[in-house]
């Protein structure tokens, strides 16, 4: 991403202070807060999510320690893919068919 728009790409807010990297080859305008928290952009989450998933006991627990930003909160990864997880059992991606028909 970049800082045209001096916003953070983790959380949203103006102040963008630089360009980081994440934990993954990607990089994003980044805020001081979102910097000394070693925050993530939500992408990062997404991507660890299609790898980990809700198998944190076999996760790098590195990887459990980081945070996104998400309504004003930093949560950690555990918190952010059960809601996710969540969210996909109640709006599966699947319709169920014998239902609509
Ligand atoms: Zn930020």
Redesign the pocket.
């Known amino acids: 991403m970049t800082m045209l728009d001096d916003k953070?790409d983790?959380?949203g807010?103006p102040g963008a202070v630089g360009v980081a990297s994440t934990v993954i080859p990607y990089s994003c305008a980044?805020?001081v807060?979102?910097l000394q928290r070693n925050?993530q952009p939500d992408l990062v989450f997404m991507v660890m999510y299609e790898t980990i998933g809700i198998d944190f006991e076999t996760a790098n627990p590195a990887y459990l320690e980081l945070v996104t930003?998400v309504d004003g909160d930093y949560i950690d990864y555990r918190t952010w893919a059960q809601k996710r997880h969540a969210s996909e059992a109640n709006d599966p991606i699947v319709p169920d068919v014998e239902n609509n028909a």
Do not use: F, M
């Open positions: 953070c983790v959380c807010r980044y805020c807060p979102c925050a930003y």
